[in-house]
């Protein structure tokens, strides 16, 4: 599981590294230099628990405390229950209880309600009945884009009862979800700590994938640290990319690791968490289209090779003749794909505002 775009790009040895009693110590020792401690270093040693933040505040906490987005499987509506719960006849917490079901226990959210929502628990068809939806880890909660069921993909900001509120101020109903690409770099606290409450989110600093190193300082014994990491400066999380400004988004219908933003330059990634930018689009906003058969569109140009180059798809004479009239501007403000071959586009020519149809191999489009 990545959970962050740290890239481990050599260190110079006279870089100065925090380090630690033990594990658990909230506050450094001290600090030494990479090449000292790595002359002294006895072992490494394995971690199960995760440097997190919340309201800026940094904590350890055990691996088995949280609740990772890749927990929850790959459907839109896979949840697991915060806290023991009794799984009831009807959507209230009057009704008869079915079973009462352990924290932890993992269920399929069949049908979302204000307060409740019913779920399947069990294979292979399971149990239904209604939990409430506050004692529930919802796959949605991670959710930094979605597709509604006409396919678009919309940016996320956080979720409300069984809504999700998008980066626009708009509401999503939860049962309108048809895919979403989650986060990164975050978890959900189910086991709650002095520092941390259950329910919380927080930010992932540091995973399981860092193993703590052991090294002997005199005047300290035995002291705890990890290595520094790099970041790169042209490649974004998820997470980063939900701080700008999203002018337009789209993944691949099937595969929603393939994906575009457009958010003062263009991104691409390929995994659905990490982000490269495409220089050749600088700060540009511009309609991003990811279509069935792996095709990029960004504005008038588009790539059959995932990225690595780009070419115009939209010839502007051919325009100019279609629409029988001279462009004094042509500005693309919406793409969709239609079929297998071709995409529609919403284009404003300076005066008005057309549709056209057609296929980009032949660069022949058609007025709607």
């Known amino acids: ?62 691996k088995t405390s949280l609740v990772f987005p890749d927990d929850l499987g790959t459907h839109p509506h896979q949840a697991r229950l915060l ?12 009704s008869r209880t079915l079973l009462s079901l352990p924290e932890l226990s993992d269920v399929w959210v069949v049908e979302y309600f204000e307060e409740f929502a019913r779920v399947r628990f069990g294979d292979p068809l399971g149990v239904e009945g209604f939990l409430p939806l506050q004692h529930l880890v919802l796959k949605a909660d991670f ?31 939860l049962q309108d979800i048809r895919h979403l690409v989650q986060k990164t ?9 002095s520092r941390l409450s259950s329910g919380n989110f927080v930010k992932v600093l540091r995973d399981n994938g860092e193993p703590w190193l052991v090294s002997q300082l005199p005047g300290h014994g035995e002291v705890y640290w990890r290595r520094p990491r790099v970041t790169s400066t042209d ?11 999203i002018y337009s988004v789209s993944f691949h219908p099937r595969n929603p690791k393939l994906g575009l933003v457009s958010a003062d330059g263009v991104f691409l990634t390929q995994d659905g968490e ?12 511009v309609p991003v289209l990811v279509t069935e058969a792996g095709k990029l569109f960004v504005g008038h140009q588009w790539s059959e090779n995932l990225g690595q180059s780009f070419k115009p798809y939209l010839k502007f004479d051919q325009v100019a003749q279609s629409v029988r009239e ?28 057309l549709s056209l149809l057609g296929n980009p191999s032949t660069h022949s489009f058609i007025l709607r």
Do not use: C
Request: avoid cysteine.
């Open 83 to 94: 806290v023991p719960s009794a799984l009831k006849l009807q959507a209230s917490y009057d």
């Open 235 to 245: 490649r974004w999380t998820t997470s980063e990319l939900l701080k700008m400004e």
């Open 185 to 193: 770099q975050v978890a959900r606290v189910i086991k709650g700590t």
């Open 1 to 62: 599981m990545l959970l962050s775009l740290l890239l481990a790009l050599p260190l110079t040895a006279d870089v100065g590294v925090y380090f630690y009693r033990d594990t658990a110590s909230r506050f450094a020792s001290g600090q030494k230099s990479l090449a000292e401690l790595e002359r002294t270093r006895l072992r490494t040693q394995n971690s199960t628990s995760f440097l997190v933040e919340k309201d800026g505040r940094e904590s350890w906490i055990e």
């Open 274 to 285: 990490n982000w490269s930018k495409l220089s050749a689009f600088k700060n540009l906003n």
């Open 326 to 353: 001279p462009l004094s501007s042509l500005k693309i403000e919406s793409l969709v794909a239609v079929s297998a071959q071709n995409v529609q586009l919403q284009i404003h020519t300076g005066t008005r505002r």
């Open 143 to 173: 959710a930094a884009f979605v597709a509604r069921q006409d396919g678009r993909w919309l940016p996320v900001k956080h979720r409300e009862r069984n809504r999700l509120i998008l980066q626009d101020g708009q509401a999503l109903a």
